[in-house]
């Protein structure tokens, strides 16, 4: 089964905290910016307001290449292109929550800029 915007619902997630129910679910892109070098990463963040007042469980599940292929939060993709170099991710997107917003942090260890798909689950906690 392929991914994507139009079947969404179709994600499902197993959490290690008692959640109550999904409360949204947020599709989106943003552009991680390039780097400078492949050793230091560049930090991007997409922030998304809410009115909930509380903090939310999120589950994200991210792509780079428009859709084909998809990683869940923070997984590190080998980057092969330079395979001497300690780099171990081109780029880690991760999800956090506050009570009024949610923020998606990508980090691009790559000399060129990314786009970054995302669908992303925000749950109530128990």
């Not at 599709?27 to 930090?43: D, I, K, M, Q, Y």
């Amino acid at each position: 089964m392929t991914l994507s915007v139009a079947n969404a619902k179709n994600m499902r997630f197993t959490a290690r905290y008692p959640v109550d129910k999904v409360v949204n679910i947020y599709t989106g892109t943003f552009t991680a910016n390039a780097s400078s070098s492949t050793l230091s990463g560049e930090r991007t963040h997409e922030v998304i307001t809410h009115t909930y007042g509380a903090n939310c469980l999120l589950e994200l599940v991210y792509s780079l290449d428009g859709g084909t292929t998809w990683n869940d939060m923070d997984m590190q993709i080998p980057n092969l292109a330079i395979p001497t170099a300690p780099v171990f991710q081109t780029t880690v997107v991760s999800p956090f929550s506050t009570t009024t917003t949610f923020v998606i942090a990508a980090c691009n260890f790559t000399t060129s800029s990314k786009t970054v798909q995302y669908i992303m689950t925000a749950s109530w906690l128990d």
